[in-house]
């Protein structure tokens, strides 16, 4: 079994920043890709970064230069940096990560269960 736990999430005003962490844990071989999506009321879950097992990335243009994802895979743990934080990046913030379990020779998505992300005066 495989379990993902976002934190981070907030209230923070306009301007501001936070730092949104995903920790992975169970019977894990090895992360390939793994990412962060988000899904505003009324919205589609949308892909907001995402970063390869070395460390490419990828990122929505909504979020270029304001936003930061990083992984340390010798702790199963990604990071999304959001910094100039806007009114329109208030959602549920999502990690999904692409797992292999020992003695399965497959990826499988995972999804964690979400952390409310809210950018208000």
């Known amino acids: 079994q495989v379990q993902l736990v976002e934190s981070g999430g907030a209230l923070v005003q306009p301007g501001g920043s936070l730092r949104l962490s995903c920790a992975a844990s169970g019977s894990i071989f090895s992360i390939s890709a793994m990412g962060w999506y988000r899904q505003a009321p009324g919205k589609q879950r949308e892909l907001v970064a995402s970063?390869?097992?070395?460390?490419?990335?990828n990122y929505a243009d909504s979020v270029k230069g304001r936003f930061t994802i990083s992984r340390d895979n010798a702790k199963n743990t990604g990071y999304l940096q959001m910094n100039n934080l806007k009114p329109e990046d208030t959602a549920v913030y999502y990690c999904n990560a692409a797992v292999r379990r020992y003695s399965v020779d497959a990826f499988n998505r995972y999804w964690g269960q979400g952390t409310q992300v809210t950018v208000s005066s």
């Open positions: 970063i390869t097992s070395g460390g490419s990335t």
